[in-house]
C-alpha cells in the first residue's frame, strides 16, 4: 500500500462523516482568479504553501500562525496561497483556510485529497478560490465529474500530474490551469527534470503551467521558467525560511523570451 492509498481510505473515512454530519454554510465570496492574475504577469509567480508537516518530511514548522504566515507571503509578493487543510498527514484544517482568506487579497487554493463533491462545497464554503484535483488520486471519469463540478460552482481547478498518462487525460478534461508535481506521491521522489519532460508537450497559449514541488532556489525557478511554467508552487522552503522576503523574491524571475 503506497502512502497515497493510505491518504485515500482515509479520506473515504472523512467523507462519510462529512455527509453525516454536514458543514457551516460561509459566507459568498467575491471571485479572485489565478488564472488572470498568473496568466498577465511578466514575472514567475509563487504560490506560496502553508504546511505544518508531510507524510515525507513529518514535521515542518508545526507552531505556524497560519494568518501571520499567509500575511508575510502576501507582503513579500506571493501571487496566491496555499492551504493544506488535510489534518491527518498535513496537519492542516478547513480553519486555517478560513482565517486566511479573510486577511489576504490573492487567491487561495484549497490543498486537499478531494474524491467527493461534499468537499469540494466545503472548500467553497470556507473561501477556497481554487481546488487541487490529483489526477493520481482519481478514476478518469471521477475525475471528469469532480473538475466540472468545481467550475460549475465558479471555482478554478489545479489539475495535478505527474506523468504522461495523466497529462493527455487532463488535456482531454480540457484543465486550464495544469500543475506538474515533481514530488511522486508514491515514492516521494523528486525531480524537476519531470516538469521540463512534461512540459514539452503542453500547449502554453491557452494553458497555464505551474510546477510544483522541491523549489529551493533561483536557479530552480530558471529551470522551469525555461520549461514554460508560470508558476510554482513552493512549500517547505518558505514554511523552513528565516527570511521569506528574500526567498519570495528570488524566485520572481522575469519570464523572458522563451516563456510565452
Ligand atoms: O514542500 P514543497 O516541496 O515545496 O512542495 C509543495 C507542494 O507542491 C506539495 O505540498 C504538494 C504538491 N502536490 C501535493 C498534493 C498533496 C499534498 C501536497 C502536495
Known amino acids: 500500500m503506497t502512502i497515497l492509498d493510505k491518504i485515500l481510505a482515509e479520506k473515504e473515512k472523512e467523507v462519510e462523516k462529512l455527509k453525516k454530519d454536514g458543514f457551516e454554510q460561509g459566507s459568498t465570496f467575491p471571485k479572485r482568479s489565478l488564472y488572470d492574475s498568473f496568466t498577465k504577469s511578466d514575472r514567475l509567480n509563487v504560490i506560496a504553501e502553508i504546511k505544518r508537516a508531510s507524510p515525507s518530511k513529518g514535521d515542518i514548522h508545526i507552531t ?5 504566515q499567509a ?4 507582503n513579500a509578493g ?6 493544506l487543510t488535510d489534518t491527518p498527514f498535513f496537519k492542516g484544517t478547513m480553519e486555517d483556510l478560513r482565517r486566511v482568506r479573510e486577511v489576504v487579497d490573492v487567491p487561495i487554493l484549497c490543498k486537499d485529497f478531494i474524491i467527493d463533491p461534499i468537499q469540494i462545497d466545503r472548500a467553497k464554503a470556507n473561501g477556497a478560490d481554487v481546488i487541487l484535483l490529483i489526477a493520481a488520486a482519481l478514476p478518469t471519469d471521477r475525475l471528469d465529474a469532480l473538475y466540472h463540478y468545481a467550475t460549475s460552482k465558479n471555482l478554478e481547478v489545479l489539475l495535478e500530474v505527474h506523468d504522461q498518462e495523466e497529462l493527455d487525460i487532463a488535456k482531454k478534461i480540457g484543465a ?9 506521491l508514491k515514492t516521494f521522489e523528486v525531480d524537476l ?6 512540459a514539452k508537450t503542453v500547449s502554453l497559449e491557452n494553458t497555464l503551467l505551474i510546477s510544483e514541488s522541491g523549489f529551493k532556489n533561483e ?6 521558467i525555461a ?4 508558476g510554482i508552487l513552493v512549500g517547505e522552503t518558505l514554511m523552513k ?3 521569506i522576503a528574500q526567498a519570495i523574491s528570488a524566485f520572481r524571475l522575469p519570464l523572458g523570451v522563451n516563456n510565452p
Open 71 to 74: 500575511k508575510i507571503y502576501e
Open 219 to 224: 536557479q530552480d525557478a530558471a529551470r522551469v
Open 227 to 230: 520549461a514554460g511554467a508560470k
Open 64 to 68: 505556524v500562525d497560519p494568518v501571520e
Open 241 to 243: 525560511s528565516t527570511s
Open 193 to 198: 527534470g519531470i516538469t521540463e519532460k512534461l
Open 78 to 83: 506571493a501571487g496566491a496561497i496555499s492551504i
Open 176 to 184: 486550464n490551469i495544469i500543475g506538474i508535481n515533481n514530488r511522486n
